[in-house]
């Protein structure tokens, strides 16, 4: 009984920010992804946590026991099982927590993501696409001696002046604004809260379809909840002016896939650079892979040479924090879903 008051105790005072007093001894940190042996582990976390490898699928060992469980934002099949061996704090290696079961922890455990691991990578991808876009790459490079020289086929956009419209305004929205500014784009977005922006220049809007009435470009980082799914409908689209390009790097359930496919159809959307589809991957002969206004990636903006040693980032900082006491970052509310 006394342990499980202790345990209780700790993580409230994790969430109402109160630090009773640091770890002491060794942590044991449960792990669905091995010993993490190609992670530099901290000096001055060395010998004050133990790694425990536990498998995703099968039976755990009767007596393994930790505080902490790493693992991946899916349905693992040994994770209620983890659950109940001791843990307070689970962390999840990856952002979108829509594949997670968070019915399973309870009110006694405290969950965190490596929220804004990929910020950068994915916010060079989106620039890209908008740019390949407004510039019609790779169709404006040629391999013979066009009919025309120094005259495009048809005119070539500009971002100088364009407007970006971001559904979503955290790490990655606020980053590919940061990239987005300098170029002259009029930024504006859209974000679950009213609070101000974190960007200066970035105007804030009060509703999706202030959003992307007026937009060029419309970027799609927001996660995936009941409120964004199926929230590009008919509807939203029908809003837009005619010739916007989009951009989905969050999650593929937030557009509604026949909409899009008749806003491309009429006109009103004039490309689709989509890395997040449902499902995933798309089956073959699916209308999107056909599609001349689409342009499909297998959910890869993310990536990069150094996406590995990323993932673990946050986890490396909120352990030094949980061995502390000190608030952790990127803590999930399983009630708002992100």
């Not at 792990?31 to 039976?59: C, F, K, N, T, Y």
């Not at 980053?175 to 859209?190: E, I, K, N, Q, S």
């Not at 951009?247 to 909409?259: Q, S, T």
Request: a negative charge; hydrophobic letters at 45%; charged letters at 20%.
């Amino acid at each position: 009984m006394a342990a499980t008051v202790a345990v209780t105790s700790r993580v409230g005072a994790h969430r109402l920010g109160y630090a009773p007093g640091p770890v002491t001894g060794t942590l044991t940190i449960l792990s669905h992804v091995g010993r993490l042996e190609a992670i530099q582990l901290p000096a001055e976390l060395e010998g004050r946590v133990e790694v425990v490898p536990i498998p995703m699928d099968g039976e755990l060992d009767p007596d393994v026991r930790g505080q902490v469980l790493l693992t991946t934002p899916t349905s693992v099949p040994t994770l209620r099982e983890a659950l109940g061996r001791g843990v307070e704090w689970v962390h999840l290696i990856g952002t979108g927590i829509d594949m997670f079961p968070l019915e399973v922890l309870g009110d006694g455990i405290v969950l965190t993501n490596s929220r804004g691991l990929s910020a950068v990578p994915i916010s060079e991808w989106v620039m890209a696409c908008i740019l390949s876009f407004a510039k019609h790459m790779p169709e404006s490079f040629v391999t013979e001696p066009p009919a025309r020289w120094n005259i495009p086929p048809r005119p070539l956009g500009s971002l100088h002046g364009a407007r970006l419209a971001l559904l979503g305004l955290g790490g990655i929205g606020t980053a590919v604004a940061r990239r987005a500014l300098p170029f002259g784009m009029d930024v504006v977005a859209l974000r679950h809260t009213d609070a101000p922006s974190p960007v200066e220049g970035v105007t804030m809007v009060g509703s999706i379809d202030e959003l992307v009435s007026e937009a060029d470009h419309i970027v799609l980082v927001a996660p995936l909840t009941e409120a964004t799914r199926g929230l590009f409908d008919d509807d939203v689209f029908a809003a837009m002016k005619p010739g916007a390009h989009l951009v989905n790097v969050a999650r593929g359930p937030i557009i509604d896939d026949g909409a899009l496919r008749r806003a491309l159809d009429a006109g009103i959307v004039a490309g689709a650079d989509i890395d997040a589809t449902d499902p995933e991957p798309l089956p073959a002969g699916h209308w999107m892979y056909g599609h001349p206004g689409v342009r499909v990636s297998p959910h890869l903006s993310w990536n990069w040479s150094g996406a590995f040693g990323a993932m673990y980032e946050v986890f490396l900082r909120n352990l030094a924090h949980w061995l502390a006491d000190a608030p952790l970052e990127s803590v999930v509310d399983p009630a708002q879903g992100y």
